[in-house]
Each structure stands twice: as structure tokens, then as C-alpha cells.
């Protein structure tokens, strides 16, 4: 992986974060936090989507919804765990 796409993966991530944290208000783990779960999120549905045969298209902003849709995912399920 060369160092522009993982910089281009870290922004993507960044903004998939903040978005979440909006989509999922209440249930976020503030800015820095959903940061960090952007990050990880977009990692995820980077892995996982293409797998299921879920695409959204090519692009920047193809890539950021991806990723937000990863997030928001993410965010519910550590919600879930965080009740239990």
C-alpha cells in the first residue's frame, strides 16, 4: 500500500467518522472518539462490502458514504455491546 492511498484511506475514515457521529447522535463517542471509529469503519467496509458484493461506486465521495455506511454500522454495534 503506498503512503498516498493510506493517506486518502486516513481522511476518508476522518470524514466517516464526524458524519457518523452526526447520523448516530446520542450514541458517539464524541469527535475524537468517532474519529477513531471512522477510521476503523472505513477499514471494515473496505473489507467487508466488496465481499458481500456491495458497491457504491468509485470516487472520493463514493468512498466516504462506504465508509460512513461502515461507521454508522460499527457505531450501532459497539452500542449494542455497550448496553449488554
Given at each position: 500500500?503506498?503512503?498516498?492511498?493510506?493517506?486518502?484511506?486516513l481522511?476518508?475514515?476522518?470524514?466517516?467518522?464526524?458524519l457518523?457521529?452526526?447520523?448516530?447522535?446520542?450514541?458517539?463517542?464524541?469527535?475524537i472518539?468517532?474519529?477513531?471509529?471512522?477510521?476503523?469503519?472505513?477499514?471494515?467496509?473496505?473489507?467487508?462490502?466488496?465481499?458481500?458484493?456491495?458497491?457504491?461506486?468509485?470516487?472520493?465521495?463514493?468512498?466516504v458514504?462506504?465508509?460512513?455506511?461502515?461507521?454508522v454500522?460499527?457505531?450501532?454495534?459497539?452500542?449494542?455491546?455497550?448496553?449488554?
Amino acid at each position: 500500500m503506498q503512503f498516498e492511498s493510506l493517506f486518502v484511506m486516513l481522511i476518508v475514515g476522518i470524514l466517516a467518522g464526524w458524519l457518523s457521529g452526526r447520523i448516530m447522535a446520542g450514541r458517539g463517542f464524541g469527535l475524537i472518539g468517532n474519529i477513531i471509529v471512522g477510521i476503523v469503519g472505513a477499514f471494515l467496509a473496505g473489507l467487508i462490502f466488496p465481499a458481500l458484493g456491495f458497491a457504491v461506486g468509485g470516487g472520493f465521495i463514493a468512498s466516504v458514504i462506504h465508509a460512513t455506511i461502515g461507521a454508522v454500522i460499527l457505531l450501532f454495534l459497539i452500542g449494542l455491546v455497550r448496553k449488554a
